[in-house]
């Protein structure tokens, strides 16, 4: 069974502390300025609520849920590296896709929104886009990923979706043709390195729209 969370909006077309997450989407989704967090426990969402937006901006979307001695071997994340995420609306297909320095979120790039894709294609151009970015640059800073299966499809070289082809569509497979040939053609110089969101909250390229 999943644990309860709660949602803070700050600002959204409704206010206040939320207890599910499509009623928090109802009311910030596509609202300009939206401010808003999830916490475990009601008690950290009262408290939230009762001060400024500002005291949790930037900080992790979500608590860990991990202990002390979890954290402590997990260790921290390395912040001189690239972090890269991408966003994917399933109502329309629409993706895209960035990249950031971890440390400070500056964007090094941005890509869509692509028709027809989904967020596992997203997340694979992302990396595939920073390792070529980071070989012209000569730079071997690590880059981290919170997906797994993208991860692993840039270890064997390929994006194995199921998601079909098709006109609409056309655009995001010539992405992934084009990954596919520079992975094929070239070696990754810099660690791919798995983003251990329990431990450390939300990615720093996240698009922030949990």
């Known amino acids: 069974m999943a644990k309860a969370k709660y949602y803070v909006v700050w600002e959204g077309r409704k206010t206040g502390i939320l207890e599910s997450w499509t009623e928090c989407k109802e009311s910030v989704d596509g609202f300009k300025g939206a401010e808003y967090k999830s916490f475990k426990s009601l008690e950290s969402a009262e408290k939230a609520y009762s001060e400024n937006y500002d005291n949790y901006k930037g900080k992790k979307i979500f ?4 202990s002390d001695e979890e954290l402590e071997l997990i260790g921290k994340p390395n912040l001189n590296s690239i972090s890269v995420d991408a966003a994917c609306n399933m109502q329309n297909g629409q993706m895209e896709y960035q990249g950031v320095e971890t440390s400070t979120k500056k964007v090094h790039f ?21 390792v070529a970015l980071m070989k012209n640059k000569g730079d071997n800073l690590p880059i981290y990923s919170d997906s797994k299966t993208a991860i692993g499809w840039v270890k064997y070289k390929r994006c194995n979706t199921t998601a079909t082809e098709t006109k609409e569509n056309k655009e995001v497979f010539d992405l992934i043709k084009r990954a596919e040939n520079w992975l094929k053609n070239n070696e990754v110089e810099n660690k ?14 996240d698009y922030g729209r949990k």
Do not use: D, S
Request: proline content about 5%; overall charge positive.
């Open 63 to 66: 608590e860990t849920e991990l």
């Open 192 to 205: 791919i390195l798995k983003w251990k969101t329990k431990a450390w909250g939300e990615i720093p390229a």
């Open 110 to 130: 941005k890509q869509g929104p692509h028709k027809g894709a989904t967020n596992n294609i997203g997340e694979f151009l992302a990396l595939v886009h920073a």
